[in-house]
């Protein structure tokens, strides 16, 4: 279960998350819609602590992740997050790429962490592209590669961040494809996108994030069919036109 | 492919030409088998002192590479007036004031050592710039996704960034192995018997100044343009 109690976070003066109270239960959708610089992609990075958070509390598990005491590091290994930008390291092969933290990270043996990026890769469908440099995929493939990397740790939560925000249009399906297949086997997981009907369509819930506050939390049959607050109206209006 | 044949080909010719001129330059010449002897042992102590140079160098460049993206503004102020200090005063000064002190404080430290230290810090001066761009090269998102998989800090900086940042800097730490090769030489002025310095000597002993000066001259071309060759075929192998 993760979940926000209260999160604040500012760099410097701008004040981006002004009190966030979230809870997100094991097998749960979680979609976050709103405008840009609505502190939605700031929330999700403060869940692993890749940004600090200057008042309250994110629990994950039970763990409290913004704690000195714990180690970030092995508490970021059930959390898994794919990128805006896919972000593929571009010196490792597509098999490399997923295989290096499982073998440095966990600690598998070589051929070990190679049969379970294998895995995944196949599973995102890329099962022919084990050998191939990153460099020469398009977007959409480097941005499956992300998930299977992701996966690859076997996480229990995934978070992504606009992760089809920076691809050509006709590759947007394939990794959506990738998200409702992890859907079905009931990865929890938190979505911030700008895809509307794909979020009505595998969320459990949807946050409506306005300058650092949620303004309207439901299941999307309220949310985004039927939203109750004015500025989820105008919001929906302006990007479902 | 063709044209770079035609390059060797231009090279070979130009380096037998040049071997069998200085042999028969040689044969003419009052120079005997001892002094060649003499400038070999020339040649390996420029090899030794830039090697060590080099290597002492890159120790410390790639420290404080890493210490001027991570340190804050204070620290960063102090070890770049050092760095500074040490790019912008021409070595022959550096090699000469050090040697200086070294004599007033009554330090006991071979030549060796004098040209090897002042030379290690100035090649450090600009590994260090190199490192600190190689670092940055790397962007941060793709940091942010080493981390994001509970890579630890000094994994994301031994898995992602030194193979990254070494890819985007390599050709430039290239140039700086060879200029120190070439710089080596201005250890003479301490008395270090390196190349230049038996050259030296030998023009005062023989009057061949022409010769010498060519024969060392490829010499250093003989050190350095394997360099650049490997470097060169490193980099295409490393280019992703």
């Not at chain 1, 933290?101 to 895995?119: D, H, M, N, R, T």
């Not at chain 2, 998989?149 to 050709?171: K, S």
């Not at chain 2, 010498?212 to 192998?237: C, D, M, T, V, W």
Request: glycine share 8%; with cysteine; aromatic share 10%.
């Amino acid at each position: 279960m993760i979940e926000l109690k209260n999160v604040h976070k500012s760099f410097g003066d701008l004040e981006v998350l002004k009190g966030i109270d979230l809870t997100v239960n094991k097998g749960e959708v979680l979609s976050v819609i709103g405008g840009s610089g609505s502190g939605k992609s700031t929330m999700l990075y403060c869940i692993n602590a890749i940004e600090n958070i200057q008042k309250g509390e994110v629990i994950v598990d039970g763990t409290s992740v913004h704690d000195e005491n714990i180690n970030i590091n092995i508490l970021r290994q059930k959390i898994g997050m794919v990128f805006q930008q896919w972000n593929s390291f571009p010196h490792l092969t597509v098999l490399e790429n997923a295989a290096l933290s499982p073998q440095i990270v966990l600690g598998k043996s070589k051929s070990e962490a190679e049969k379970i990026a294998k895995e995944h890769l196949d599973h995102v469908g890329l099962g022919d592209k084990f050998n191939v440099y990153p460099g020469r995929m398009s977007g959409g493939q480097q941005q499956r590669l992300a998930i299977a990397r992701a996966l690859a740790m076997e996480p229990e939560y995934m978070l992504f961040d606009e992760i089809t925000s920076a691809l050509d249009p006709e590759l947007v399906g394939e990794v959506l494809d990738t998200l409702r297949l992890l859907r079905k086997e009931g990865m929890t997981m938190i979505c911030v996108t700008h895809e509307i009907a794909f979020a009505r369509e595998v969320s459990d819930n949807v946050a409506f994030f306005h300058k650092g506050v949620i303004e309207e939390f439901g299941p999307p049959s309220q949310v985004i069919s039927n939203p109750q607050k004015e500025r989820t109206q105008q919001f929906l209006s302006k990007v479902l036109q | 492919m063709k044209n770079k044949q035609i390059k060797y080909l231009i090279y070979a010719l130009i380096f037998i030409y040049a071997v069998y001129q200085t042999i028969v330059s040689v044969k003419a010449s009052s120079l005997t088998y001892y002094d060649l002897e003499f400038l070999l042992e020339g040649l390996e102590r420029t090899v030794y002192i830039s090697v060590v140079s080099i290597a002492i160098g890159t120790f410390f460049g790639l420290i404080f590479g890493w210490m001027k993206v991570s340190m804050g503004t204070f620290g960063n102020i102090i070890l770049s007036g050092f760095l500074d200090i040490l790019r912008s005063v021409p070595l022959i000064i550096q090699l000469i004031l050090f040697y200086a002190f070294m004599g007033i404080l009554e330090i006991d430290i071979s030549i060796f050592w004098v040209g090897a230290i002042i030379l290690s810090a100035y090649t450090s001066a600009f590994v260090t710039e190199v490192v600190r761009a190689g670092i940055e090269s790397v962007p941060l998102t793709t940091r942010r996704a080493a981390r994001s998989l509970g890579m630890t800090y000094w994994q994301d900086y031994r898995y992602i960034v030194f193979p990254l940042g070494l890819r985007a800097v390599f050709p430039s730490w290239i140039s700086i192995v060879l200029s120190v090769i070439k710089d080596s030489a201005l250890v003479s002025v301490i008395g270090y018997l390196e190349l230049l310095k038996t050259t030296e000597e030998l023009i005062a002993k023989t009057n061949e100044a022409l010769l010498l000066l060519l024969g060392i001259g490829l010499f250093y071309f003989i050190i350095s343009y394997p360099i650049s060759l490997y470097a060169a075929k490193l980099e295409r192998k490393l280019k992703v």
